[in-house]
């Protein structure tokens, strides 16, 4: 694991709205990551799936309450 990737993931979750689970995930963590310098597989496998689970809601929900700013369909 990159640290550099850790530090990048993790500072992208903490401005996300995390539900207590998460929350207390990502400190746990970031508690063993400081301690042991990495993570195992299955830390790193969760950490990458509610990353990708909040980019794709932030995609999601945007798109959705603010068409005007998606691609336009008068460009057709």
Same mark, same amino acid.
């Given at each position: 694991?990159?640290?550099?990737? !850790?530090?990048?993931?993790?500072?992208? =979750?903490?401005?996300? #709205? =995390?539900?207590?689970? #998460?929350?207390?995930?990502? #400190?746990?963590?970031?508690?063993?990551?400081?301690?042991?310098? /990495?993570?195992?597989?299955?830390?790193?496998?969760?950490? /990458?799936?509610?990353?990708?689970?909040? =980019?794709?809601?932030?995609?999601?929900? !945007?798109?959705? @309450? @603010? $068409?005007?700013?998606? $691609?336009?369909?008068?460009?057709?």
């Amino acid at each position: 694991m990159d640290q550099d990737r !850790f530090k990048t993931v993790v500072s992208l =979750l903490e401005q996300e #709205e =995390l539900t207590l689970r #998460e929350r207390k995930f990502l #400190e746990g963590v970031r508690t063993y990551f400081l301690k042991h310098s /990495e993570l195992t597989e299955q830390q790193w496998s969760i950490l /990458e799936g509610v990353y990708r689970e909040k =980019l794709w809601m932030r995609k999601t929900f !945007f798109t959705r @309450n @603010n $068409p005007s700013k998606g $691609p336009s369909s008068r460009a057709l």
